[in-house]
């Protein structure tokens, strides 16, 4: 059972633009939404993140949106820049029973053109 | 900053033979992971330890086993390695206080299992 879907796999985008990358998860019991941001050659890196007591969370030009009726998390990148050129994944978390273990989506390939 | 450093960045093994992949931390931090990403699977959770000699079983642990003999190095052991555990493996590590809420990844081990 695919407990995170991300989508899409993979985006280009323009210089400038606006990315957009959602995640759908089904566990109702999930408290603490982040996504991670990835480099080639690199480990992921948390990149910002939301617990479910608010519906935004912005830090400069990313911004987490979240919707705990669709059980959907989504993340924007204003004025996308060649920089974020990077896989980003949602990760959401479960706290509960000492289990406190993320649940990595597939990953989604962003391509900043200039 | 914290560090968490894999032995080695790319390794080439033969079908068959044991294999060592060794992750260290800087930072004290209890906690200690190992993942394997795969392209369009994501990250997905193979061990990790919350303790010097303990180990949990993550999701795809066959084939795999772990050993944590100091609180800042755990490695991960590949008994007989076979072509399906080509891969990148990543390590990652959290102070248990903030309940993984933030993971701290090496930058990989590319196996390749011939």
């Known amino acids: 059972q695919q407990q995170v879907k991300q989508s899409p796999q993979s985006l280009i985008v323009q210089k400038g633009g606006i990315s957009i990358i959602n995640c759908a998860y089904e566990n109702t019991a999930f408290d603490y939404f982040p996504w991670y941001q990835q480099f080639p050659g690199k480990g992921p890196a948390l990149l910002i993140a939301?617990?479910?007591?608010?519906s935004e969370k912005k830090e400069g030009r990313f911004t987490i949106s979240f919707n705990k009726s669709a059980k959907q998390f989504s993340l924007h990148i204003m004025d996308s820049q060649p920089g974020d050129s990077a896989t980003y994944f949602c990760a959401p978390l479960y706290s509960g029973a000492g289990s406190y273990q993320l649940t990595f989506g597939k990953g989604t390939k962003l391509s900043v053109i200039p | 900053d914290v560090k968490v450093t894999q032995s080695s960045r790319y390794l080439v093994k033969r079908t068959g033979e044991k294999v060592f992949l060794e992750c260290v931390q800087d930072?004290?931090?209890?906690?200690m992971f190992w993942y394997r990403q795969d392209p369009g699977l994501g990250l997905r959770l193979i061990y990790f330890?919350?303790?010097?000699?303990?180990?949990e079983k993550g999701d795809i642990p066959e084939g795999y086993s772990v050993s944590r003999e100091k609180k800042e190095r755990f490695s991960l052991i590949l008994e007989s390695a076979s072509t399906n555990q080509t891969s990148m493996y990543l390590c990652?590590?959290?102070?248990?206080?903030?309940?993984?809420?933030?993971?701290?990844f090496g930058s990989g081990t590319q196996l390749s299992v011939l």
């Open positions: 939301i617990r479910p007591d608010v």
């Open positions: 990652a590590s959290s102070p248990y206080t903030t309940l993984n809420e933030k993971l701290f």
């Open positions: 330890s919350y303790d010097v000699k303990m180990k």
């Open positions: 930072m004290d931090h209890e906690n």
